[in-house]
Every structure is written in C-alpha cells, then in structure tokens.
C-alpha cells in the first residue's frame, strides 16, 4: 500500500472532503457530511470512469466549481513553504456519542453527530456536524499519502464549513474506531450501534494543524471552507483500512492546484 499519513482535516463538511445545509451546498458535506451521492443535485458521480472527478464539473451546472474553481480541495502541503500561523491553538469541545449511527452513503462512511460538539478555531465556534472517511488521506504531505484520514465536518452560524483532517498512517489497529468499524453497512442505508464513541480519542496528542481555505473535497466542490489538518497522525491497522476499501475501493479526490494560496502552521 502506498505510504499514507492520516490526516485529520477539521471539516465543516462533507463526507468524502464537502458541504453541508445551510452554508456550502452538495456533496457529502451537505447536510451533515462534506461528501455524498447527488442529493438534490440529481447528477451522479464518482471516483472513477465518466463521472470520475476529471468529469465532476461536467455532469451538471452545479458542479461547475469543481472545474473552475480557484481554491479547490484537496491540496499537497508542501511544508517547506508553510508558513508561521496566529490562529492559536483549536479548542476541542467534543462530547463521546453515547450511541450512534453509521450511514453508508454510497460514497464512503459517515457518523452524525447531533450533541454539542463543537471546535473553536481562530476565535471562531464551528458545531461538529459529522465526521467521516477517505481512503487514502486526500490531502498529501511533501506529496505522499497516508492511508486514511478522517474528516470532522463542522458548521459556523454564519454558514461557514470547517473541516478537521486527521491522518491516519498504516500501523496499530485504532480502538477509537472499533465501536464504528463493528457497524459498517455493507450496503448503502444505516446501521445503528450502542457503544460510546468518543471522539476527542480519534485525535492526536499534539494537535498542531496546518491552515488554509479550500472547497468541499466532492461535488459541488463550493469553496470557502476553512480547512484544517493535523499535523500528526495516528494509527490504523492494515485490516481496519481494508474493512473500507471492501466497500468502498476509491474515495479520494486527487490532489487540486494551490493557484498562490498560503498555507499556514499553526500551535
């Protein structure tokens, strides 16, 4: 399997790296999840073939960002050109989901989160909305991959997503996904377990991130989201990653132009 750092993006979201109700439109962050199947949108699409994201701008109007858009997501984080930061350190207000659902979307998994949950960034209160996977990160770093990230998609009151990306690199198996991992739906519908999820235990210890403002990571691809990566990662195990890729073997967009965009490193 190709080197992969998981990264964890704070997202605002989408389920696959996308947008949610009432800010950025589509995708699996629509509603809760920055990824997703067409939605209301009514145009299918994919990861590979005709609908693949080469042609994600041309299966409908509203997905013309995705082609013409000029801070699309994911990026590479060249970290010899990141620069020093002042956003301060992310406050994480994460409550453990004392019960939960899984949604098998068609496009990857995703976990709703509906308690209170919520993640200061620069000043600014982002509710977490849900959170979800790719397979590998869809961010790189220096231009390598890990093998999966998780996206914590979250949403400002002024309507602005933010995403929590966090990495997750080929290694022990990760006990914060076991409660989750033992509900995947097979099939595209939902699963539903009662275990606690506590989501705080899926972060690094040292939450360094890296900053910049992209786009959904699916369809429609809308822009101004506030993107967040952890700088380190944590494990998964080579069986946890192929429990994914059983369902769902592509879900990761590849990696978007900077077009001058400043990425920042932020303590």
Not at 22 to 41: Q, V
Not at 110 to 138: D, M
Not at 144 to 170: F, N, S, T, W
Not at 217 to 232: D, H, M, Q, R, Y
């Amino acid at each position: 399997m190709q080197k992969t750092i998981i990264a964890m993006s704070v997202v605002t979201l989408l389920a696959g790296c996308a947008h949610m109700s009432g800010g950025h439109h589509g995708g699996d962050h629509h509603g809760g999840d920055h990824h997703g199947k067409a939605g209301h949108h009514g145009a299918h699409w994919s990861y590979e073939g005709d609908t693949g994201p080469a042609h994600w701008g041309d299966l409908s109007p509203d997905f013309a960002l995705c082609k013409t858009g000029k801070e699309q997501s994911p990026i590479d984080i060249d970290t010899a050109s990141v620069q020093p930061g002042n956003l301060g350190p992310i406050e994480f207000h994460y409550q453990p989901l004392n019960g939960f659902e899984v949604i098998n979307n068609g496009h990857t998994f995703k976990v709703p989160v509906n308690n209170g949950s919520y993640a200061v960034i620069g000043g600014k209160r982002y509710e977490l909305l849900q959170f979800h996977f790719h397979v590998p990160s869809e961010h790189t770093i220096d231009g390598e991959h890990v093998a999966m990230v998780a996206h914590l998609v979250h949403k400002a009151a002024d309507g602005q997503l933010g995403v929590i990306g966090v990495l997750m690199r080929e290694g022990a198996a990760n006990p914060a996904l076991t409660p989750v991992w033992q509900h995947l739906p097979q099939d595209e519908g939902k699963a539903s377990g009662s275990a606690t999820v506590d989501i705080m235990s899926m972060l690094p210890a040292d939450k360094t991130y890296y900053n910049y403002s992209g786009s959904l990571t699916t369809p429609p691809c809308s822009e101004g989201v506030n993107w967040n990566v952890l700088k380190n990662t944590v494990s998964v195990s080579s069986a946890q990653v192929d429990a994914f890729t059983r369902v769902f073997p592509k879900s990761a967009r590849p990696v978007q132009p900077l077009n001058g965009r400043v990425v920042t490193v932020n303590h």
